[in-house]
């Protein structure tokens, strides 16, 4: 099993495991991913680590090339990603420190050009064909410049939910299993309006990231759970100004405590993927 970790805000390196290789992709049919892949192993399994800003966080929310980051997952055989986000807390009753493992996802991003790799007769020519997996779905989808409605009633794996949740409560984290994810364009932070709006709407938590990232993985038929840090109350909830500096300390704060506990969740999981995630490409594309 090859496992993919995502970083965000305060985790850019995988430290405690083994790092046995870095892995440059220069070139997808999406352009280049936010950094080089680092290739680790921990206890008898392999793990990819991406940090979605870049090491030195040095890209914004709006400019993560988020197609070619899960493609590249896709180039080194990824097939379920464990991705960790820095969010606000709208829902009032959630404290800073809390680990959320979101179960649903609302869409407030502009979509930045990048929310498909199913672009139907849009879709970029480039190398598709993937040296283990062959002429699988995703390659035909592609080749074939076909238009796809995938399903994402359920957009995060209940699979890495489950386990994520089990463990992370018994390593002593304040944990809640489910909330919904708010995704906002950035990089501005929301004004007190928005996240009153947003609770009316049914939000618990709000961030940059999820949207696309999640949609992507699911479209390549690639697991991705979500596990995300309040490092925050949102914009009129917090009695001070938003800082990023509180963001970045509760995150690296509970960062190693995350990032130790994946192997862990990872032994729990059962071999067969779950099918939503697995063949999200079946029934989906237009004939
Ligand atoms: N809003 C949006 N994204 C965030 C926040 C927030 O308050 N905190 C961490 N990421």
Redesign the pocket.
């Known amino acids: 099993m090859r496992i993919g970790i995502i970083g965000g805000?305060g985790l850019y390196t995988l430290e405690g495991y083994d790092i046995l290789d870095r892995r440059h992709i220069r070139r997808t049919p999406w352009g280049e991913p936010s950094a080089d892949y680092i290739i680790a192993g921990k206890d008898g399994n392999e793990y990819v680590f991406l940090a979605r800003h870049g090491h030195d966080h040095s890209i914004p929310?709006h400019k993560i090339p988020f197609k070619a980051n899960i493609w590249g997952f896709r180039l080194l055989e990824v097939d379920r990603i464990f991705a960790i986000?820095?969010?606000?807390?709208i829902d009032p009753n959630l404290e800073v420190g809390t680990v959320v493992i979101p179960d649903q996802l609302i869409d407030f991003t502009r979509t930045r050009g990048q929310i498909s790799f199913y672009d139907g007769k849009f879709t970029p020519e480039g190398e598709f064909m993937h040296p283990a997996f062959g002429e699988d779905r995703v390659y035909k989808a592609l080749t074939q410049k076909k238009v796809v409605h995938i399903d994402v009633s359920q957009p995060f794996c209940q699979q890495g939910r489950k386990y994520a949740y089990e463990v992370l409560s018994e390593k002593g984290l304040n944990v809640v299993p489910k909330g919904t994810y708010v995704a906002?364009e950035?990089p501005r932070?929301?004004t007190s309006a928005e996240?009153r709006a947003l609770r009316i709407l049914g939000g618990d938590l709000?961030?940059?990231t999820a949207v696309p990232e999640a949609f992507l993985a699911r479209e390549l038929e690639i697991c991705y759970t979500l596990i995300t840090i309040?490092?925050?109350?949102?914009?009129g909830i917090?009695p001070t100004k938003?800082t990023t500096d509180e963001?970045l300390q509760v995150s690296s704060r509970m960062k190693q405590i995350i990032i130790n506990s994946i192997p862990d969740i990872v032994s729990r999981l059962p071999e067969e993927r779950d099918p939503v995630c697995s063949e999200s490409l079946k029934g989906a594309i237009m004939e």
């Not at 309040?230 to 914009?235: D, F, G, P, R, S």
């Open positions: 805000s929310p986000s820095a969010v606000g807390a906002m950035g932070l929301e996240i709000v961030g940059m309040i490092t925050n109350k949102a914009a917090s938003l963001v």
